[in-house]
């Protein structure tokens, strides 16, 4: 069952991993600048932070399976729109239309999880799940890069798009044949009542600030890694590319790390210390003077990054309940995805105003102001401080 949903979480991300390794080329067709860039990721990113609020609610009201057969067919689709864009307008629409369409993946696809293992396990198959969505970041600059050196962007859009299609209807044949023949749900859901407490939103809140104001700031960041190393460093458009795959590499072991710390230490933990290391690490990619450096820290980006992510779910999932799961999951999930789709043009803004350094070290310094607030609020409204 886990294979299976590695598989839709790998066919999720395999079309909407393109936008930012290929910036640098549909910069150059359009004639973009800085601004006019990151507004073309938030394009994607604003809808797709948006549409997991009302895509948590219908998961809870309508069943998860729709919803999560929604988010693979319907970014293929939009992919290949994309492949086709004429200008720059129609870019921004159909990006925009796979942010809409993909965002009921991510709140259907925990509960379903959860309710096929057995609780002491779902950090460790939280970890999987996003082992099978990390590896289309990983590989989508590098495959994505080689198909636009024969076929362009928009061949690259296509190239990727047309297979996930596919994956995403075997997906939903073998998926809701597993689900018919093994309705586990029931017999699961009580361990999960029982086993860990069920919190209230005053103790979730801070958490989901602190997980999601991590993400947002690493996502804005690396937006523009790929534009910095070609403008700071002079590499060129599809080297510059390629070094996404140092940071998205991280999600093929770390998450799976990340989830086995979550089995073991408890969510808060965990959480406290990658966003800890996380703010210093944005700082240092303005002071270290090669693009050697530059991969270096962007590696320890996305083990911070790959391990935080399986935590914030296991721990979410854990502590709500099975009725407002969904709804509470899209809620992260909307602050997360919304959080970087607004920042991204701000730090483009900001690029363009006073330089990447200004830029990066405002982000650094948001993430380490954020922790201890969070920290403090968690300390304070925590019920049991034994337990994380």
Known sequence: MILL??????????????????????????????????????AYTLPYGISQLPAGWLADRWGPLTLLNLGIGGVAVAGLLAGLAPNYGFMLLFLAVMGVVGGGYHPASPPLISSVVEPRHLGRAMGLHMLGGSAPFFLAPLIAVALAAFWGWRGAFIALAAPTLLLGILFHILLAQHLKASPAASAQTPQHKTAIPLHTPRHIVPFIVLSTFTHAFTYCVIAFVPLYLVDRFGLGKEAAAAFLSI????????????????????????????????????????????????????????????????????????HTSERHRSTVLGTYYFASYEGGGVLTPVMGLLIDRFG???????????????????????????????RS
């Open 356 to 386: 990447f350094g200004v830029g990066f070290t405002t982000a650094a310094a948001v993430v380490m102001v954020v922790l201890p607030v969070c920290w403090i609020w968690m300390r304070d409204s925590r019920p049991d401080r034994n």
């Open 247 to 318: 940071f998205y590499s991280a999600g093929l072991w770390a998450s799976l790390l990340g989830g086995t710390l979550a089995d073991r230490l408890g969510g808060v933990r965990v959480v406290l210390a990658v966003c800890l290391v996380t703010g210093p690490t944005i700082y240092l990619l303005t002071q270290v003077p090669s693009p050697f450096g530059i991969g270096c820290l962007l590696f320890v980006m996305g083990i911070c990054n790959y391990v935080r992510t399986p935590v914030s779910e296991t721990y979410l999932v854990s």
């Open 5 to 42: 949903f590695m598989l839709a979480h790998f066919a999720h991300h395999l079309v909407n991993a393109l936008p930012v390794p290929l910036l640098p080329m549909i910069r150059q067709d359009f004639g973009l600048d800085y601004t006019q860039a990151g507004l073309l990721v938030a």
